[in-house]
């Protein structure tokens, strides 16, 4: 499974997202419905999400682009709301949803961050002046204006819906990784470096950001300025 939500509304209905397909539950997971297949052979699905909007649709992050839902009596049916210049652009990583616009959407590809003003009829690349980067993940405060984007060259902010942004934390290795007297293969020094694989602000103090990387759980509490990895006290390396 990669990627699991539940209704804003209703916390009974619930979709996930395998390789190719996505389900729905609406007994809290006692019995589940096919509603999406990819499509293409080698296409496959990345991320879901639901709008806030009513009714919530269901928006689909595939390598080939964003799907959206709609559904009548039960049935669903589906309409590509965006669709990149490229295969960087096409493959969607990671979709963020504005709770108070839930015409806001925005998206994350290898490419960069994409935003919609109108629920995907329009859309616009925001992190330029980034250069090239992959999102792996989107984290974006209810008025749409703050958002932190987790890539493949470290954590950036904005504060104003992308006009500009700043590098807030960079990929280093973490203090409690210590550099060994023996030589290391290149190989070996590249796994060392955090990975961030998502992250969230807190919804209810704004200033606390969390990140989940290849080496624990990072924490901001004071906007990005400073970082510091929890405990990994209790929790299997594996």
């Known amino acids: ?123 616009k690349n925001i992190s330029v002046g980034l250069g090239a980067l992959s999102v792996k993940s989107i984290a974006s405060a209810s008025s749409g204006r703050l958002i932190y984007i987790a890539a493949d060259k470290g954590i950036f902010k904005t504060v104003d819906s992308g006009a500009s942004w700043q590098k807030v934390y960079s990929l280093v290795k973490p203090d409690f990784i210590a550099s060994e007297s023996e030589e290391e293969t290149p190989e070996e020094s590249e796994e060392q470096f955090v990975k961030i694989n998502y992250i969230v602000i807190d919804p209810v103090v704004m200033n606390k950001i969390y990140a989940a990387t290849s080496k624990g759980i990072l924490k901001s509490a004071d906007s990005g300025k400073t970082w510091a990895f929890m405990t990994r006290l209790g929790m299997d390396d594996s």
Do not use: M, R
């Open 1 to 123: 499974v990669e990627s699991v939500v539940t209704d804003h509304t209703d916390s009974n209905i619930l979709y996930a997202a395998t390789d190719f397909f996505v389900y729905l539950s609406k007994d809290a997971g006692k019995t589940w419905k096919e509603i999406f297949t990819a499509p293409g052979k080698s296409n496959a699905i990345n991320f879901i999400a639901v709008s806030y909007a009513v009714p919530a649709p269901v928006l689909t992050a595939a390598k080939d682009g964003l799907y959206v839902s709609s559904e009548s009596n039960g049935n669903f049916t589906w309409k590509k709301i965006y669709s990149g210049s490229g295969e960087s652009e096409n493959n969607i990583n990671c979709v963020s949803l504005v709770k108070d616009k839930p015409e806001i959407i925005f998206l994350g590809n290898d490419n960069g961050i994409f935003q919609s003003l109108d629920a995907g009829a329009s859309w």
